[in-house]
């Protein structure tokens, strides 16, 4: 401004002005707290099946609203895989927040949003409260399977409202701790090939190379429960979802729109939900082979590593592969193999497939349901639909209309306000290190090699 107009301004008037223009075009903060119960109620109408809930304090503060769209639901029964992805975002509005977000994968490892709401913050209550709406539209069951952070909050939650369900924490939260709090050559590729055996035997292999390094890691891994990581223990099944990403994704997708006031976001999260059901109906209707595409690729390469492999007959239903690693039983009935990556996955493995072939029996057959193109098709048969009523011709109903809420108080952080992160200087290294390696610079002095809380050059 003062280069270009030669107006002097202020750090705050500047940001003020900013904020004054975002409220312009998406409207005031504290109205659009007041228009929740209304635009609930609407989204419901314009959606049908949709669950939508708020909950207010005593003093008619709205503190939780869930919104979570009957076609999704619909479609997650129709033909998705019972696995859940669980995480929270923070909101960058006047209000602050969190944004709860509840994750699936279709049979082409797109996202599948099913759930979403904003609270105060991740709290035993607002966690809890989260878990309670969700299960009104998808029921406890044995077959469905959770995956989050080690949220102590969330878990609780998991292990309160849906009692029946197995719960998974994600991997490369794990491995992130592993990274941080301990140390040894080679822990962190020991935890991560422990985590993707298939067979027991395999784990146990692994994980008594891992007591031989550490024993502290070792406690520290049975500590954090075998079941919920390593992927052959898990008591129920999650499929290839070891990790939260799916919900990192929808965070990430949604990045932008967190400084949005909460109407405007509940809008675009409406509005995106809508164009990938669009584009993947799109997709699915133009795919011409018995699997979703991604799948397609995956079955391909194994065709590529199993030509190699024989097949010996037991029956008309068993078959001893040789020719691998190790030798492998697959049953084409029960759909397994001794590999065990073909009952985990629900995706026929490569000695499935050279079995198979040997029979003439065609690989989707051999396939979970829920990765053909007609299960593809069928989750998205249904549309999102918007608001098509203009706000002013809102009709709702007479306790919605006379609903008086009042927005959260907003307290100025200190410090210099900012909408985004810094990401951390780093410099390559060039003499001292592999090419392409990056080492993290001091903000202090300059030199790499420690950080400013320990520079012995700082001031």
């Known amino acids: 401004m003062r280069g270009e107009h030669g107006i002097e301004v202020s750090k705050s008037l500047a940001w003020d002005a900013r904020e004054y223009a975002i409220n312009t075009m998406t409207g005031i903060p504290e109205t659009g707290y007041a ?5 609930l109620h609407m989204m419901k109408e314009a959606n049908h099946g949709s669950h939508t809930s708020y909950e207010t304090d005593k003093d008619g503060i709205i503190r939780f609203h869930f919104i979570s769209f009957g076609q999704c639901v619909r479609g997650f029964y129709r033909a998705i895989r019972k696995v859940i992805v669980l995480d929270g975002t923070f909101l960058k509005s006047k209000f602050k927040g969190v944004l709860l977000v509840a994750t699936a994968l279709d049979g082409n490892s797109s996202l599948y949003p099913l759930a ?32 989050s952070d080690r949220n ?12 029946q369900s197995h719960h998974g924490i994600c991997i490369h939260n794990l491995l992130n701790n592993v990274v941080t709090y301990y140390h040894g050559k080679g822990l962190v590729g020991l935890v991560a090939n ?21 024993h502290e890691i070792g406690k520290y891994l049975i500590e954090a429960d075998v079941r919920k990581w390593a992927r052959c223990q898990f008591p129920g099944f999650r499929y290839d979802i070891r990790s939260n990403n799916p919900a990192e994704s929808m965070n990430f997708a949604l990045c932008s729109s967190r400084e949005f006031t909460v109407i405007p976001l509940l809008d675009i999260i409406r509005e995106m ?13 133009k795919n011409s082979k018995p699997l979703t595409t991604y799948v397609e690729k995956k079955i391909d390469r194994r065709i590529q590593k199993g030509k190699t492999l024989t097949v010996y007959p037991i029956n008309d239903y068993w078959f001893l592969v040789c020719g691998d690693k190790i030798e ?37 057959s051999l396939t979970d349901e829920k990765y053909t193109t007609s299960s593809w098709i069928s989750v998205y048969e249904e549309r999102i639909n918007p608001i098509s009523v203009p706000e002013d011709a809102w009709i709702v109903l ?62």
């Open 35 to 39: 228009k929740i119960p209304k635009y």
């Open 116 to 147: 979403f709401r904003v609270v105060d913050s991740e709290n035993d209550r607002s966690w809890d409260w989260f878990m309670r709406q969700l299960k009104v539209v998808i029921a406890d069951d044995q077959s469905l399977a959770f995956v």
């Open 152 to 163: 102590t909050s969330l878990s609780k939650a998991i292990a309160n409202v849906y009692p």
């Open 194 to 214: 422990a985590s993707k055996a298939y067979r027991v035997v395999d784990f146990q292999k692994i994980f008594t190379n891992i007591f031989s390094i550490s």
């Open 273 to 285: 939900i809508t164009r990938w059901f669009f584009e993947c109906r799109t997709l699915s209707s």
């Open 328 to 364: 492998c039983t697959v049953d084409l009935v029960r759909c397994t193999c001794s590999c065990g990556k073909f009952d985990l996955l629900k995706i026929p493995c490569r000695h499935a497939i050279k079995a198979g072939f040997s029979v003439g029996r065609p690989v989707h």
């Open 398 to 459: 007479e306790h919605v209309e006379k609903a008086k809420f009042l927005s959260p108080e907003s307290r100025r952080a200190a410090g210099r306000r900012k909408k985004r992160r810094y990401e951390t200087v780093k410099v390559k290294i060039c003499s001292q290190g592999s090419k392409g390696s990056t080492r993290r610079k001091c903000s202090s002095c300059g030199i790499e090699g420690h950080n400013r809380s320990t520079c012995d050059r700082a001031i």
